[in-house]
């Protein structure tokens, strides 16, 4: 996993709640056996038409959020199936931060173990950014050291995210290497059994 | 006197491996069940840093997701087959029992796990799947993990999991003559939210749930995930321990009798704490429908989509209307279907099937309406054809397959077209679900069956003569 200390990034917003991992990546792109090469699947079905072409209605085509790093959503986002190709196809489109007001567990952990930072954030503030990068371009700075995000403004909002969390993303770890500093404990407890 | 506790608090503490101040827990993992589409990753990922399985006889596969349900001899889609295959070698590669396409113990992972035993109370148990909470109805602490963490899993047998809440789900009273386990927990979703169980391990308590069969328990506890919660589970009783008796890999003769002494302490002693209850009425609670995108968004057999007026998150009600291709405030009742799928981790298993079976005899399936029974397993099938169900469900106009998958998610051929739209027995009704533009209404197998029958939805009940 890449380690991940600070992002600045351009944000696209998604104003929907409870987006599932079936609209992230859908079904028929699960059956690659690499880790890699989803982004191209992802938001399929919202990104391209039955025969294929870009949809209009679907901002993530727009010229204006081409490059964008930064996902806002709506609350209880990544719910639904566990599928793990859902942060591996965000991250292989680009998307290195997604801020919500809300998580499934199961994808808030996912992502983490992929190198992108979930950061869940109050609505009021969540609205506000959602709207700026509706109407204009919005580009947030994200401190993972500092726990901060920086908007244009220079608005600078705090963010809450586990101590152990944060330290395998600052520092890129592998959870079986640092599992495997306990295997002496693993090993009594299946002797115990 | 000791203080009491909830069975959550019981498994997790005997399966606590490492424990640190501020961080999450190393706990133990009893039992690893992969399958075809979320394993290769992590198999990949043992070979490349030179790791191996810690457990191969903690560790189960079988191959569900994308078989196809006809025809398996010859499969047409290349990436799938790859994909199988893959599983195959990697099974061979690292010693693990697979159940393959063709092998007697075949099916959906949530559906053979309970068959052969190897659910059992007390273990904790993950799959890369989220449905695995159905192992849950037994008393297991079980829980659907990403790819990263069947990896993780695979090479340690361990996982870290930050110790969660606890929340009791309370049924009080029971629930009324042909009303079931599906409709129990759709209308909790419904009641609750898709997200009332995030960050907590629910555990289902109450008469009504008491006396459900194993089979309707693990219907709940298969949901728990659609209302966000990490797991849910229900204590184990005397049914739980004549459901298990005799299965292939629980202890036999003299030796279960002891086990199921040890099983049934696990239970949760009365007066324990939880951190949040919800409670809901039995009796108030009808047959259910799901109208839109989410399985929250379910109303009674005899009520109507929403009317945009009174809900809070108008845009997305009117996104899943227009998806679901349906008005505001139209009753359930006018709604037509062209397609059944009677199959699923929810509800595929042999009494499921029977009681859809009990509906649907000496009956036709209406002109029109394309309807498929998938059984959750092989052996489930053999079951069932064995007593004849195969029988009536072909007479009436049904297509009898092999298990698996299937239509809960489309990733063989068994699609729903654009458009379509389906009286499933699965758990997710999300846009696309089952087929790109497909419109999926979440039942119970009665109501599935009844639907299939009249082409629109009905009350099972007043069908089967239990109302008037
Ligand atoms: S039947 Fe459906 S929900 Fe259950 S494991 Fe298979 S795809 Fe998942």
Redesign the interface.
């Known amino acids: 996993m890449e380690a991940i200390k600070q992002h600045q990034g351009l944000v696209f917003p998604l104003n929907r709640s409870n987006i599932d991992t079936d609209q992230i990546i859908p079904k028929q792109f699960l059956k690659r056996i690499e880790r890699t090469g989803f982004g191209q699947f992802l938001f399929f079905n919202w990104r391209f038409d039955d025969e294929g072409n870009e949809r209009a209605d679907f901002a993530l085509n727009e010229p204006k959020y081409e490059n964008s790093t930064v996902l806002i959503a709506g609350e209880n986002f990544g719910c639904g199936s566990s599928r793990e190709h859902a942060p591996w196809a965000l991250l292989d489109y680009g998307f290195k931060v997604i801020i919500a007001p809300s998580f499934a567990d199961i994808f808030y952990n996912n992502s983490l173990k992929n190198g992108i930072i979930p950061i869940k954030m109050e609505e009021v503030q969540l609205n506000k950014w959602m709207e700026q990068a509706e109407t204009g371009r919005l580009v947030l700075d994200i401190n993972l050291l500092e726990q901060t995000i920086t908007d244009q403004e220079n608005l600078i909002v705090p963010f809450d995210i586990p101590e152990y969390h944060k330290e395998k993303l600052i520092n890129g770890w592998d959870d079986i290497a640092l599992t495997l500093l306990h295997q002496e404990k693993i090993e009594q407890f299946e002797n115990s059994l | 006197m000791t203080k009491p506790e909830t069975i959550i608090k019981k498994i997790w503490d005997k399966h606590v491996?490492?424990q640190e101040e501020?961080?999450?827990d190393?706990l133990?993992i009893d039992q690893h069940l992969i399958h075809e589409?979320?394993s290769?990753?992590a198999f990949?990922g043992l070979r490349l840093?030179n790791?191996t399985v810690?457990r191969p006889d903690l560790t189960f596969a079988t191959m569900d997701?994308?078989v196809p349900t006809k025809n398996r001899e010859n499969i047409k889609?290349e990436?799938?087959r790859?994909?199988m295959e893959?599983l195959k070698t990697n099974c061979e590669e690292f010693g693990i029992k697979l159940a393959d396409m063709f092998h007697p113990d075949q099916g959906i992972v949530h559906v053979i796990g309970p068959q052969l035993g190897l659910t059992q109370p007390g273990k904790t148990i993950v799959c890369?799947?989220?449905h695995t909470s159905t192992h849950g109805a037994f008393g297991a602490l079980a829980f659907?993990?990403?790819?990263?963490?069947v990896?993780?899993v695979l090479?340690?047998?361990?996982i870290?999991q930050?110790q969660p809440k606890t929340m009791n789900v309370h049924v009080e009273g029971d629930l009324g003559p042909g009303v079931t386990a599906k409709d129990l927990i759709l209308a909790i979703i419904a009641k609750f939210g898709?997200?009332f169980g995030?960050?907590h391990i629910v555990e289902y308590t109450g008469d009504a749930v008491r006396k459900l069969s194993m089979e309707g328990r693990m219907t709940i506890c298969n949901m728990s995930?659609e209302g966000?919660a990490?797991a849910g589970l229900i204590s184990p009783d005397q049914t739980t321990i004549d459901f298990l008796r005799g299965r292939e890999y629980v202890p036999q003769g003299e030796a279960y009798n002891e086990i199921a002494d040890e099983w049934l302490a696990l239970a949760t002693d009365e007066g324990a704490e939880y951190d949040a209850t919800l409670t809901i009425q039995a009796a108030e609670i009808e047959p259910q429908v799901s109208w839109g995108t989410?399985p929250a968004m379910c109303v009674p057999i005899s009520g109507a989509t929403p009317s945009l007026a009174d809900v809070e998150?108008k845009e997305?009600v009117q996104?899943a209307l227009e998806y679901m291709g349906l008005e505001e405030n139209q009753p359930i009742t006018s709604i037509e279907i062209d397609h059944v799928f009677i199959g699923s981790c929810t509800n595929s298993r042999f009494a499921d099937l029977e009681k859809a079976a009990s509906i649907i005899e000496g009956k036709k399936v209406k002109e029109g309406i394309k309807a498929i029974v998938v059984p959750g397993s092989f052996s489930v099938k053999l079951q069932a054809e064995q007593v004849g169900l195969d029988q009536i469900f072909l007479n009436a106009g049904f297509e009898w397959r092999n298990s698996g998958c299937s239509m809960c998610?489309?990733?063989n051929d068994d699609i729903i077209p654009?458009g379509g739209r389906c009286a499933s027995t699965s758990n997710?009704n999300?846009?696309?679900?089952q087929g790109?533009?497909a419109r999926t209404h979440l039942v119970s197998p009665e109501m599935a069956a009844a639907a299939a029958i009249e082409g629109r939805f009905v009350d099972v009940r007043k069908f089967a003569g239990v109302l008037n």
């Open positions: 491996v490492h501020g961080n999450p190393l133990y589409v979320t290769p990753q990949e840093n790791r810690r997701h994308n889609d990436i799938s790859k994909q893959t890369g799947d989220s659907g993990i990403g790819t990263s963490e990896e993780h090479a340690t047998q361990t870290w930050e898709v997200k995030t960050g995930i966000g990490r989410n998150h997305d996104r998610l489309g990733m654009p997710r999300f846009e696309g679900r790109n533009g």
